[in-house]
Structures are given as C-alpha cells and as structure tokens.
C-alpha cells in the first residue's frame, strides 16, 4: 500500500511539472522544451527552500544579503522577466506584484517581518497571510530592495495633535529611480504624476499644500474592484499634512514639515513616536542599510 502511494504520488509530481513545462514554453515561446523543463525543476527546487522558511526561528546574525537573495528568488520565480527588466520597469512590477498578491487585511496573531525572506514568501504565496498598507509597505520595500532598487517608507498622517485614536494615516513607499524620488504605492497600485512626469511623495504635499491637483495613475495595470485609491475611507490628500520618510543610505530620518519631528499625540492622551519606530525597529533597521 505505501509503495503504490509513493508511485501515485510520484507520477503526479511528474504530471505538474510537465504541465508547468507546457505552460511556460507557451507563455514564452523563445524558450524550448529543455529550457523550460530545466527552469521549472529549478524553480520548484526554489519554492521547496522557501517553503521551509516559514519554520526557521530569527537568527539577528543571518546576514541581510541571504534574506535578500531569496526574496530575489521567490519574486523570480512569480515573474521571471523581472530578471531582465530596468529599475523601472521593475519596481511598477513589483508594486502590481504585491498589490494582486497580497490581501488587505489583518495579518494572523503574531505575525511580523523578522525574517524578511520568510515574510515577505508567506505574504505573496498563501491567502491567509495579508496586511495592511503597513505591512504592503514593507512587503514592497524588501522586494525592491532585493532588486538593488533604493527605497523608503514613507508615513502620512491628517493629524498629529489631539489626533483621532487610530489617526487617519497611511503608509506608501518611495523609490529612488533615474536621478529622483517618486512615489509608489503598493496599496492602491498607483504613481503620483504631476504635468506628464511621476513626482515623489514631498513635491505631492506641496502641491496639496498649494490647493494643486493630483494625478494617481496606475501605469497601465489594472485595479483591483474596491482596491482604487478614490475607494479610501478619507482621500489621500487629506492625509498628506504631516509626512516622514524612513532613513536609507543615502538619506536621514526627516519629517515634513520639519519642526513635526515624527510624534504623535491622541486626544485620549496616548502617544506615539513614529521616528523613534522607523530608527529603532529591527526591520526598518535592516531596510535601511
């Protein structure tokens, strides 16, 4: 009985990957029969050394560069022309990657991003595993950064004096590509443009700040029903008043307007310091070296 379970098994293993090699040659026509055979046994080979990663305890002296190159790896093996894709190509792939991939929704009881590669693999391959635009946040990040592509959080809020408990925020990213900063949201699947180029999140405050108009356009990928950026509970620019951009190599932790300095302080007294969050927490850390 356990040998004809062990064949049965084994002949459907064979019956998927031959499958998956049918798939990809049609998918990909330049690719032979060998090539595609060869990439899905690689692949596979992959997604069982991700899979294991979902039980493997944090270890703080794992070096950045492993969790980075399996997250390479797991986006690869998602969409492969990523591989062969400019910066920014990439990184509007990416964000439609994490945007149809991951649920918004809240993540399961402790749950957290310790492990990047192992997070960001659970977040992208099973539906039981979503956040919200935080959580996408990092998501987006890691994989961008995985990339070789630099990138910061950048937090937005309505208000931070006698703030509403939750504050009405929201979390977004941005990525410097080509010389600038420009926002890229994973949440809602957007870039910021502004008379035919894509801005970064601060000249998008300034214009708000000026009464100007804003352009969110998804470059060409498709929105999710109920996923738009007009779906938002309170419109965006709304929440654009105070703003703070996570530290990277090539940046320092800043807030917008500058004298804010990243607290926040409830009508209900609580408080909470969102710099002292983005300099302190261990992930934010790891994304910004």
Sequence with gaps: MRKKTIIAAAGFAVSICAAATVGLTIRYPEMSTAQSAVYVAQRIGTLVEARLLMSTPYDAVRPLETELANVRRIALDIEPQLDSME????????????????????????????????SVFLELTDENFGDICGGLSIVYLTLLKSFGIEARYVGMFKEVVNAADPVTSHASVEAFIGGQWIALDPTFNFSIWAEDERIGWEEAQIRVLAGKSLTFASDGYAILPGRSVYDYSDPLPETMKFMIFAPTPRTELRTLPVEWGGR??????????????LTRNSVYVKLAQ
């Design 87 to 118: 910066p920014l190509s990439a990184a509007l792939a990416l964000r439609d990657m994490v945007y149809r991939k991951v649920p918004v929704q809240a993540p399961p009881a402790g749950f957290d991003y310790s492990n990047l590669d192992r």
């Design 264 to 277: 926040i302080a409830y009508a209900n007294g609580k408080q909470f310091d969102q710099g002292n969050s």
